[in-house]
């Protein structure tokens, strides 16, 4: 019985590992990355690991089982909203995509800096710990990455986007501009010549941008801020695991590594309930419910005006009934069945039955939450990643694009229309959930076990792709078509000579045959 007892205890010790120290960091001043940053860094808390987290929000509620830890950025938010008291961004979509460039280098040199030289930051640099894994949020803020190999961790990256062009290089995966969309351009899945070409061009820029301008930039921070730290492009081909925020419910299908993970709707936790004033408003709403939010990085009430009135005129004559997040106390000229919420419970809502349609800004995190509740959406997109997510869901079938600009009283109307009377967009954004909900074991343990299997494999190098070792021409085996090419050269040369020779010599014997000839004359 004993022997038993001990050997049934053996078997749970191998089946998972002690609990490892992991380090989040997750330095972006947005909510919505926050949010999958806590989601995926609480999963690990909750598997019973000691977990460490870097950003500028606090836990919300903290997680029951493991430990945890909060390093707050403090600051770090209020100086953003300060930035971007100047920055209106919802005229940024009438930017070019290459300004969004320079407007992400010059937001993650200054989270760089600003997480790197946090005294909390500089006082976990300088005390001696250590942890197994430092889990880095891969959007622009490089410059983090060697914190993994100061705290002597493996290095695990998790990017809030789908694959893409900035993560493929990383881990050695390739990307060909004929089928990989640019994130930032917002082109279709099957692009025509013309978008492959500008799709092309803009993977160059984008490229060079990376490797010329913002590499050598967040290399130059993490080495003043952290002591002795390894240059950035070693850092860079040396990832553990990469983990995606997408699933093929939602994308295109696209070549993935083995250590890229998809763990798209990890974020997504059981519904709880509605507090009991919107349950009730929920249920009595016979007619169906219009749900419409922003996200958190679009404040509505900062909407321009005309684009305020052309909502509430489409709104207010309206059967069904609006639920709007916005952020004021009042909004001059609201509709009898418009009602407002600052904060709302997105998730429980999208699940009640009566919402019929989600107006969104086409983000990642509403269009996760709202394929996994099966409602299809008119997407408003504005910034990022948004235009490319709203097609997708448009090309999809459970969607319909409605670009800030055309934004109009009328076009809001028809749009609404046709998605509330044609069954189609449901059906098809249902077919979506399915697709996302079946899986072996749910996206965050998917995620947990990938994190455990790094350190359980010690960094998993035997992922690492070849790729990452070869230079730039030799992935692009640029040195053996030149190689080729000189071979062939040299050949064509010699066989030149070689026939330019035995031309001569066939004509000199002619020649001395009929001079001989004419002697004997
Ligand atoms: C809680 O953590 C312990 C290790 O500290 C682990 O063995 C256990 O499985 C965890 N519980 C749950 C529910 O994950
Ligand atoms: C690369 O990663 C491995 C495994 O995590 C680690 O042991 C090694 O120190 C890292 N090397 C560099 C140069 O970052």
Known sequence: MKSVFIFMFCLLCTSGIDAARILGVFPMPAPSHYFLGSALM?????????????????VKDPPKNGSWR???????????EEKFKKIDLFTMQQQSAFSTILFLNFMGQSTTEKTLSHPKVQELIHSNEKFDVVIVSQFVTDGLKPLANHFQGHLVLFSNTAVNSWLNHLVGNPTLPSFHPEVLLGLPKRMNFFERLSNTLFYVLQRLNLELWAY????????KYIPNAVDLDLVNRNVSLLLLNSHTSLFNPQPLLPCMVEIGGFHISPSKKLPQDLQKYLDEAKQGVIYFSMGSNLK?????????????????????????????????????????GKWLPQQEILAHPNVKVFITHGGLLSTTETVYHGVPIVAIPVLGDQQ??????????????????????????????????NPKYRKN????????KDREVTPLQTAVYWVE????????????????DLAWYQFYLLDVITFIAVVLFIALILLKKTISYVCRRKSDKTNTKTDKTKKTN
């Open 70 to 80: 909060d390093i707050i950025l403090d600051g770090m938010m209020e100086d953003m």
């Open 300 to 340: 509505s009430n900062r909407l321009p005006v005309e684009k305020r009135d052309a909502l509430l005129k489409a709104f207010g004559k309206r059967k069904e009934k609006v639920l709007w997040k916005w952020e004021d106390d009042t909004l001059p000229g609201q509709p009898p069945n418009v009602k407002l």
């Open 453 to 468: 299997y790094v350190i359980r494999h010690n960094g998993a190098e035997h992922l690492r792709v070849a790729y990452l």
């Open 216 to 223: 050598p930039k967040q290399n130059a921070l993490s080495k």
């Open 42 to 58: 609480k999963g690990l808390a909750e598997a019973g690991h000691d977990v460490t987290m870097i950003s500028p929000f606090p």
């Open 429 to 436: 954004v249902q077919a979506r959930s399915r697709i996302m």
């Open 388 to 421: 490319m997510n709203a097609r997708g869901a448009e090309q999809a079938g459970y969607g319909i694009v409605l670009p800030f600009p055309e934004l109009t009283e009328e076009k809001l109307t028809s749009y609404l229309d046709e998605i509330i009377s």
